[in-house]
């Protein structure tokens, strides 16, 4: 499988001096606050890596402080290892603190499995409080072994979700009224958590989560973004200005190297797309007609 790696890495050198774009820092206290459960919080001598832990009285979750509109976000996640059944670990951006009913979401979400068995990633995209645009992947590699790379990609023209740089889903905007299912107006803090979700995550539900294992730990590193922070009452920054790499012309389409990766992603490692189910959706979204290879 051929990587877009060189693409991305690339645009983020060439315009990584824009004076829009937000600074990037590994520090979690620059960066976050704990949600809830501060005691389920660790990091590592050093500072550089971060653990979230979930027993049987509770998980724990983390936010950015700021708020951004458009751009790249990317961490490192090691997920929960050996028997992780009904444990999901959640990493996302949100326009709200809550799940508000109004909220605009990106969705990362891990659902843990059996010792053995592998681990399944769904992505969501929810507009206004409305989401079901589920899609569900296998992995290529183990993601508890290692640390690897999830990033997301958003400007006015697509939302691209990234598994150490390939591109395993792209959400298109075509600007048209008719296709108005695109968050494209409310800035975003990005989360992460981990919970208990033994009522729907494995099996549906049919796996429950072994507490004799607990605590059940995932671990961050390397968080960095490229994005325009949002000032009251407007950004400077919003992507209107085509001053920052991942709001320039290379950025609203995948490359071509990417669009490789793309294809052997649809091949080998789509589980559920939304947009294949006639059962649920009689009638298909209206984004479902956008080809993403343009």
Known sequence: MEKGVLFIALLISAFYSSSEAADSQTSFEDNFSIMWSEDHFKTSEDGQTWYLSLDKETGCGFQTKQRYRFGWFSMKLKLVGGDSAGVVTAYYMCSENGAGP????????????????????????????????????????????????????????????????????????????????????KPMYLFSSIWNADEWATRGGLEKTDWKRAPFVSSYKDFSVEGCQWEDPYPACVSTTTKNWWD???????????????????????????????????????????????
């Open 102 to 185: 109004e909220r605009d979401e990106l969705d990362f979400e891990f659902l843990g499995n059996r010792t053995g068995q592998p681990y399944l990633m769904q992505t969501n995209v929810y507009k206004n409080g409305v989401g079901g645009r589920e899609m569900r992947h296998m992995l290529w590699f183990d993601p508890t072994e290692e640390f690897h790379s999830y990033s997301i990609l958003w400007n006015n023209h697509q939302i691209v979700f990234f598994v150490d740089e390939v591109p395993i889903r792209v959400f298109k905007n075509n600007g048209d009224e008719k296709n108005d299912f695109f968050p494209n107006e």
């Open 248 to 294: 320039q012309y290379k950025a609203w389409h995948l490359s071509d190297s990417q669009k490789m990766d793309y294809a052997w992603v649809q091949r080998n490692l789509v589980i559920y797309d939304y947009c294949k189910d006639n059962e649920r959706y009689p009638k298909l979204p209206g984004e479902c007609s956008l080809s993403p290879w343009e």
